[in-house]
């Protein structure tokens, strides 16, 4: 598959149908890290394992515009599990990324694996293993079973007294150290200006005090509600440990028990909570 998978960069490079095709590699610590492949020659970089985690969706946010004026937007290859294909989709029902300046390279997912060689937690409630959007498809996909996301990571949280939940809140955002890894890893936090880093906001200031930092890390859930592809990103390249993907998933529990089961980046709908335009004149409320 690794071959195969090469070979196409190759032909993508070599034909200029893309300038760069975003992937992953082996670096000199012999850890799994993003790679840019610009030369056809350079191909033989890229690898997929069980270790090869990051989101590279996130990149895309960096490459939806011209370099300069008047050029046109560059043309990118990239490779997508399934939980990254569907931060691809939401962007694209977005707007943020325009498909035909995309090549999705699709990789059939084993399941990621921690260091210790345990499965991921979002893995094991994952029950994809083929990305729903790509031009070209590589691997063979194991067989998973049917698997139901109860939620029982968040319903524990939700079982404490109020007081406890906001003390454990309170406890774990309190390490935050403003460093923003968690929204730069993100392919849903794509604004040019962020609130959070503006000295003139009206909502949120830039000191590293609990109720900033407390205000940062929600109005950042909030943010992706109905946008969240559940690729832990966020809490993986997070320093301190927090544990972020259990906030996204209690926004992602609520969206789809009121939104009619909705889920970010399954289809082409955008998410529910935002209303569009459908006509000349008439506005549709998805909900």
């Not at 009121?258 to 335009?277: D, F, I, K, N, Q």
Request: proline share 6%; aromatic share 6%; glycine share 6%.
């Amino acid at each position: 598959m690794i071959e195969e998978l090469r070979a196409k960069a190759r032909e993508l490079l070599e034909s200029e149908t893309v300038e760069c095709v975003i992937g992953y590699e082996v670096g000199p610590t012999g850890r799994v890290r993003p790679v840019f492949v610009y030369e056809p020659d350079d191909v033989d970089r890229l690898v997929f394992n069980t270790r090869c985690d990051h989101n590279l969706v996130t990149y895309l946010n960096r490459r939806n515009k011209p370099r300069k004026r008047g050029e046109e937007v560059p043309t990118t290859g990239i490779l997508v599990k399934p939980c990254d294909a569907r931060s691809l989709q939401v962007l694209l029902n977005e707007n943020q990324v325009q498909r035909d300046k995309v090549t999705v390279i699709g990789v059939a997912c084993p399941g990621m694996q921690n260091a210790d060689g345990t499965p991921e937690a979002r893995c094991l409630r994952c029950n994809q293993r083929v990305p729903l959007l790509y031009d070209a498809l590589f691997g063979e996909p194991p067989e998973v079973s049917d698997i139901a996301d109860t939620y029982a990571d968040v319903e524990e949280i939700e079982a404490l007294p109020r007081e406890d939940r906001l003390a454990y809140w309170l406890s774990e955002l309190d390490r935050c150290i403003r460093c923003y890894a968690c929204r730069q890893a993100c392919p849903g936090c794509f604004c040019d200006v962020c609130e959070s880093e503006r000295d003139d906001s009206l909502w949120i200031g830039i000191t590293d005090a609990i109720p900033e930092k407390a205000f940062f890390h929600i109005t950042r859930a909030f943010h992706l509600a109905g946008r969240c592809g559940e690729c832990n990103a966020c809490e993986m390249v997070c320093p301190m440990g927090i544990p972020l993907s259990l906030l996204n998933r209690k926004i992602v529990k609520e969206v789809e028990q009121t939104m009619g089961g909705y889920h970010a980046g399954l289809s082409e709908e955008p998410t529910p909570l935002v209303t569009r335009l459908t006509g000349e004149e008439d506005i549709d409320e998805i909900h």
